[in-house]
């Protein structure tokens, strides 16, 4: 099966523009970004995919023993680079993608030329000194819950995540966009997602970064976008107005106006 295939990938804007190559978070897939990825077509070549297991990917590419963590994402990402022959390349990383995107980018550095991280954590897990923004029995409790009901889990959190209470419609879309993917890979997702702790691999980027860091963001708090700012040498951190964890939903204008600003 080739990489098109695999990652449902899509490719728009200028052919022999630098190449920007986005990645969604949990739960989602490439639509995520339709508010963000076409403002860049007019300057940059443009790629989506989506993570096996996701959107239009074929699920039968997936595999346990490849997925059991995150390094397994990030071959897809070097790999999606190599059959595309991408170089200079600014990959913008929702959620659990920032985080793919560090590891893809320690990898192979020559490849990079910015990272932009949206909403990322590299640990949700409380610990000595560190405020993930989780204790270990919330993490486990919300994993014992999605293992018993996905559906009921992803209509509950969903909207949590989204946050934009006055704007129902957002937590809606994400809802389903939970709730389309398929449960037997979310859940397995979901427990390398957020038991993952990658602390230790953010002083080994040598990529440039721009953080972007929402307001009354459950998921990715404000102490952890400083957290990663701290520790990502000549890294940015940029404040956004937007809240929650969604912003290229709930504030897409924002969002590009701050990676536009940044490449």
Same mark, same amino acid.
Request: proline share 6%.
């Given at each position: 099966?080739?990489?098109?295939?695999?990652?449902?990938?899509?490719?728009?804007?200028?052919?022999?523009?630098?190449?920007?190559?986005?990645?969604?978070?949990?739960?989602?897939?490439?639509?995520?970004?339709?508010?963000?990825?076409?403002?860049?077509?007019?300057?940059?070549?443009?790629?989506?995919?989506?993570?096996?297991?996701?959107?239009?990917?074929?699920?039968?590419?997936?595999?346990?023993?490849?997925?059991?963590?995150?390094?397994?994402?990030?071959?897809?990402?070097?790999?999606?680079?190599?059959?595309?022959?991408?170089?200079?390349?600014?990959?913008?990383?929702?959620?659990?993608?920032?985080?793919?995107?560090?590891?893809?980018?320690?990898?192979?550095?020559?490849?990079?030329?910015?990272?932009?991280?949206?909403?990322?954590?590299?640990?949700?897990?409380?610990?000595?000194?560190?405020?993930?923004?989780?204790?270990?029995?919330?993490?486990?409790?919300?994993?014992?819950?999605?293992?018993?009901?996905?559906?009921?889990?992803?209509?509950?959190?969903?909207?949590?995540?989204?946050?934009?209470?006055?704007?129902?419609?957002?937590?809606?879309? %994400?809802?389903?966009?939970?709730?389309?993917?398929?449960?037997?890979?979310?859940?397995?997702?979901?427990?390398?997602?957020?038991?993952?702790?990658?602390?230790?691999?953010?002083?080994?980027?040598?990529?440039?970064?721009?953080? %972007?860091?929402?307001?009354?963001?459950?998921?990715?708090?404000?102490?952890?976008?400083?957290?990663?700012?701290?520790? %990502?040498?000549?890294?940015?951190?940029?404040?956004?107005?937007?809240?929650?964890?969604?912003?290229?939903?709930?504030?897409?204008?924002?969002?590009?106006?701050?990676?536009?600003?940044?490449?």
């Amino acid at each position: 099966m080739n990489t098109t295939q695999r990652h449902a990938i899509s490719v728009s804007g200028v052919p022999d523009g630098q190449p920007m190559l986005f990645a969604h978070g949990y739960g989602c897939d490439q639509n995520m970004w339709r508010f963000v990825a076409p403002e860049f077509d007019g300057t940059h070549r443009v790629v989506l995919f989506d993570h096996v297991g996701a959107g239009k990917s074929d699920l039968r590419a997936y595999e346990a023993g490849r997925y059991s963590s995150l390094e397994g994402y990030a071959s897809d990402v070097l790999a999606i680079i190599h059959d595309l022959d991408l170089r200079d390349v600014v990959f913008v990383g929702h959620s659990v993608s920032a985080m793919i995107g560090v590891l893809a980018a320690i990898r192979e550095p020559e490849r990079f030329a910015k990272l932009v991280m949206i909403g990322p954590s590299p640990c949700y897990i409380d610990d000595a000194g560190y405020a993930g923004g989780f204790g270990k029995a919330d993490i486990e409790e919300m994993l014992e819950s999605l293992d018993s009901n996905y559906l009921g889990w992803s209509s509950a959190i969903a909207p949590v995540i989204m946050g934009n209470p006055d704007r129902p419609e957002l937590g809606e879309e %994400l809802t389903n966009s939970f709730c389309a993917t398929d449960p037997a890979i979310a859940k397995k997702f979901a427990h390398v997602t957020f038991m993952s702790d990658n602390r230790h691999d953010l002083p080994k980027l040598r990529t440039p970064a721009l953080i %972007l860091q929402c307001t009354d963001d459950v998921i990715a708090p404000a102490a952890v976008g400083a957290y990663v700012h701290e520790h %990502l040498e000549g890294s940015t951190l940029v404040a956004m107005n937007a809240t929650g964890h969604c912003p290229n939903l709930s504030a897409p204008a924002e969002t590009v106006a701050a990676i536009k600003a940044y490449i």
